[in-house]
């Protein structure tokens, strides 16, 4: 089964070398595993984004940046191939940046 972890957190963490070492290794090995598949990526900076709601009139409005001005941002999320949830949680949970603060949230792809 497919699904997916959604990885939050402050965006100021993100950046120590030490802890993008280990990021890599987690991918490296879960990759080698068969958990992580292809179709994850790392977000940009949310201060590079736009975002697209309704208007007052029903008409799309965009802004720039993101909806609500948030501590912790979605930096990314990660496609995994588990066998089961169980098993997609427990992937999920050796997450390196977890330890820095970040949370990852798993949840079932439907289709």
Sequence with gaps: MRYTMVIWG????GKDPALI???DAWWQKWHAAGKVV???A???SPHVARTV?????????????PYLELKE???GYIHLEA???????AVAATWPAIAAGYTV???PIVG
């Design 105 to 107: 949230e798993v949840r």
């Design 83 to 89: 066998d089961d949830f169980d098993e997609a949680v």
């Design 53 to 65: 709601s309704r208007g007052a009139d029903g008409q799309p409005v965009v802004t720039d940046g």
């Design 73 to 75: 941002i979605i930096g």
């Design 21 to 23: 070492d280990e990021v």
């Design 38 to 40: 292809r179709g994850g």
């Design 42 to 44: 790392k977000l940009d």
């Design 10 to 13: 402050d965006d100021s963490t």
